[in-house]
């Protein structure tokens, strides 16, 4: 089964990621570590303020002199920012986030070829075949990543830019987070937390609550999740002793194992279905403490034929191996699905199997997480 050029590193280069969305490490080592995983010849990784202006987070292999110069002057000419643009106002406008894009999705290459941008800047520092993404932050304002190589070598390929896919949710939730932490310095990095709208928690490796935000308490008071008070500490809990502990091991991976995090269904007591993603946060140097994880919960309103439609836009899945894909992840049985779609088990098997191979997942848990991420 083909895998992603990502796949072995991965663990290190999410773990990086957090680690220099809390000040623990530079974001140029995590520009260096994704041109590595998919062999670009160059890497930027911007934040655009609300406001437009550019916060340079990280440019590799460029002249010091050239990345001021497109921080400054050139990104107003950038042709595939100006049409990133309009993909990031389609991802606000319907809520579904596109993925890594090649260049020519964006600009022809002859036009490229043409513009101000490749003839007073590009063609001098070797940025000719891109992969990149634009996607929004909220009030963080908005992530570019730019991957490039020269006008000599070949172009990105779809396992690249499916690499890259799986690498965006953490770059993104990563660069939010750092922005609610830099809302409140003057009360420390955890107060940050209660600017997130979403509901966010931090834990240790037991599911002892270290910190909730206001949006966490409300699901606290209404049942949907549970703080239980054991001895003197509060303990998280789902409504469904199942949900609890699949929450309380995949938090123990993330806090003490290095894993990379995932996210899981959390089903509430009124039939409400929720989606709780537990990542890496590592402890602020100044301020070291116990092993934790982030949890960060959304409501899911499930829409199957989005869903599908993107596994087909981004993996090439038939009408069948997405509707197959889409059952398995909610943890239907091969058995099920057979009797449901009217086949029999080694067809559920084939376009399963071939579904895992479009989308370069290893296992089913990992094709559960894209098709996750692909309904935030």
Request: proline share 6%; no cysteine.
């Amino acid at each position: 089964m083909s895998r992603s050029p990502a796949a072995g590193p991965a663990h290190d280069l999410i773990g990086a990621i957090y680690d220099a969305a809390a000040g623990n490490a530079d974001w140029a080592d995590v520009a260096a570590a994704l041109r590595d995983a998919v062999g670009a010849g160059d890497v930027s990784l911007l934040r655009l303020d609300p406001n437009g202006a550019v916060e340079l987070l990280a440019m590799t292999d460029f002249p010091e002199d050239a990345a001021l110069a497109y921080q400054q002057h050139f990104h107003r000419h950038d042709p595939w920012a100006a049409a990133g643009q309009a993909v990031v106002q389609e991802a606000v406008r319907t809520g579904v986030l596109r993925g890594a894009v090649f260049g020519p999705e964006l600009i022809a290459q002859d036009a490229y070829r043409r513009s101000v941008f490749w003839n007073e800047f590009a063609s001098r520092v070797g940025v000719y075949h891109l992969l990149g993404a634009m996607q929004p932050l909220g009030e963080a304002g908005t992530l570019l990543v730019g991957l490039h190589r020269p006008q000599a070598r070949t172009e990105f390929a779809v396992p690249e830019r499916q690499a890259i896919d799986a690498l965006l949710p953490h770059l993104r939730r990563a660069l939010q987070l750092r922005h609610a932490l830099q809302l409140a310095p003057a009360q420390g990095a955890v107060a940050g937390f209660d600017a997130i709208a979403k509901p966010a928690m931090i834990v240790d490796a037991e599911l002892n609550l270290l910190h909730a935000n206001q949006a966490a308490e409300a699901l606290f008071r209404t049942g949907d999740l549970l703080a239980r008070r054991e001895g003197s500490v509060l303990r998280l809990a789902a409504p469904r002793t199942e949900d609890t502990a699949a929450l309380r091991r995949l938090a123990a991976r993330v806090a003490l194992a290095n894993d990379p995090g995932a996210a899981i269904r959390v089903l509430a007591p009124g039939g409400a279905t929720f989606i709780a993603t537990v990542a890496p946060l590592p402890a602020p140097a100044r301020t070291p403490g116990p092993p934790r994880a982030l949890i960060l919960v959304r409501s899911l309103a499930p829409n199957p034929d989005r869903s599908a439609r993107l596994l087909a836009d981004l993996y090439g899945l038939t009408q069948a191996e997405a509707a197959v894909a889409l059952a398995a992840a909610e943890g239907h049985t091969a058995e099920r699905i057979a009797t449901d779609r009217a086949t029999t088990i080694n067809t559920i098997r084939t376009q399963l199997r071939r579904a895992l191979e479009k989308t370069a997942a290893a296992n089913l848990r990992e094709l559960t997480r894209i098709i996750t991420l692909l309904e935030r």
